[in-house]
């Protein structure tokens, strides 16, 4: 008998492989002027659009009455002033669809040489993310482009997508195209897909499918936290507070400076045992953390054998609709430093309080 989400789990590496080469050549050959303005300024590149359309259209092709959380939605493709960006999306995303067949792939799934759509529908793909989210049914989330900021440095970004069914998280594959794939050899291959099952444990695999490695965080004694753990959080200080995660590393007494990355790469690296947690704390009130930012990490995480919450120890809310709703923070790390993390946060957050 297969496994469980076997099929699940084919399409979604098939698709993160796709948006993982086409978000490489946008890189390459990256054109000035190819990036728009959100409304919340963060950039977004031909990429996102692209990558969106290309995962879109692979998992409407094999799970047709499955509903997508997306980032995107192309109604500033489609105005007047886009025709030229819109023109390059629709170029990028048929490119990536008409990639030789890998092993496992299906021409089922709307790939393969031929395999092409039009500028209509691709659009449409693209807008088929902007479901609301809720508590049951199954549902996909992703992210085609996380760490946009990174994406456009040259550094860390991640290609995120994951399956949820009555707001579980089954499974989770994402694609980071820029880290090594061995961390002892940081200048050495790079581009990795990581993929956790529910039940079935954490892998990695390099882009083209090859070198499988199951990953495992592994254990900290607390009497060695100091010299054995150190944290993995946002490059950007505007999505992470890196002065409270200063303050919680001091009560810690870590001796290790931080380690700095865009997107959900950090619980790659943390699955596979670099740094030994990661700490999110939002910069502001009232601010929401994104379903699709968080869900394939934090299954990948735990299937790992590691731990994740909100920073007051709740679960993480994945049926609320688009956003993590009162989760407030993230806290990801090995089950043997979870709870003396989580009692540094707690101690920084009362001494913020007091000094309020």
Excluded at 64 to 72: F, N, R, T, Y
Excluded at 265 to 272: D, G, I, P, S, V
Excluded at 295 to 303: C, I, N, W
Aim: overall charge negative; hydrophobic content about 35%.
């Amino acid at each position: 008998m297969s496994a469980l989400y076997s099929n699940e789990k084919q399409v979604a590496i098939a698709a993160v492989r796709r948006a993982c080469i086409l978000t490489n050549s946008v890189f390459n050959k990256l054109v000035k002027n190819e990036t728009l303005t959100k409304d919340d300024k963060s950039p977004v590149t031909v990429g996102d659009y692209a990558a969106q359309a290309v995962i879109n259209t692979i998992l409407s092709k094999a799970f047709p009455d499955d509903p997508i959380v997306g980032e995107e939605s192309s109604s500033d493709l489609r105005t007047p002033s886009s025709s030229s960006l819109r023109s390059r999306v629709i170029e990028l995303a048929n490119e990536a669809l008409q990639h030789d067949l890998a092993p496992g792939d299906s021409s089922a799934w709307g790939i393969g040489p031929g395999a092409t759509q039009s500028e209509g529908q691709l659009l449409e793909t693209i807008d088929r993310g902007s479901f609301a989210g809720g508590k049951s049914g199954r549902m996909w989330t992703l992210d085609p482009i996380d760490g946009t900021k990174g994406f456009l440095r040259g550094g860390q970004y991640a290609v995120c997508l994951a399956l949820l069914v009555d707001s579980r998280v089954e499974l989770g594959v994402i694609g980071c195209p820029n880290l090594p794939v061995d961390p002892s050899k940081p200048d050495g291959a790079r581009g990795c897909l990581f993929i956790a099952v529910r039940g079935q444990g954490a892998e990695q695999l390099t882009l083209s499918g090859s070198d499988p490695k199951t990953l495992s965080i592994p254990a900290i004694a607390s009497e060695d936290i100091s010299n054995s753990l150190s944290f993995l959080e946002s490059v950007e200080a505007a999505h992470s507070s890196h002065g409270f995660n200063s303050r919680v590393s001091d009560i810690l007494g870590l001796a290790t400076s931080p380690v700095r990355m865009d997107s959900q790469a950090k619980y790659c690296c943390l699955a596979r045992g670099e740094g030994g947690a990661y700490l999110r704390m939002p910069t502001g009130a009232g601010y929401r953390e994104k379903i699709w930012d968080h869900a394939p990490g934090s299954l990948l995480v735990t299937e790992a054998g590691g731990a994740i919450s909100d920073s007051r120890g709740q679960p993480l809310d994945f049926g609320l609709g688009r956003d993590l709703g009162e989760n407030f923070g993230v806290v990801a790390a090995g089950k043997s430093v979870q709870a003396d993390v989580l009692a540094a946060v707690k101690k920084a957050g009362e001494e913020e309080k007091s000094k309020a």
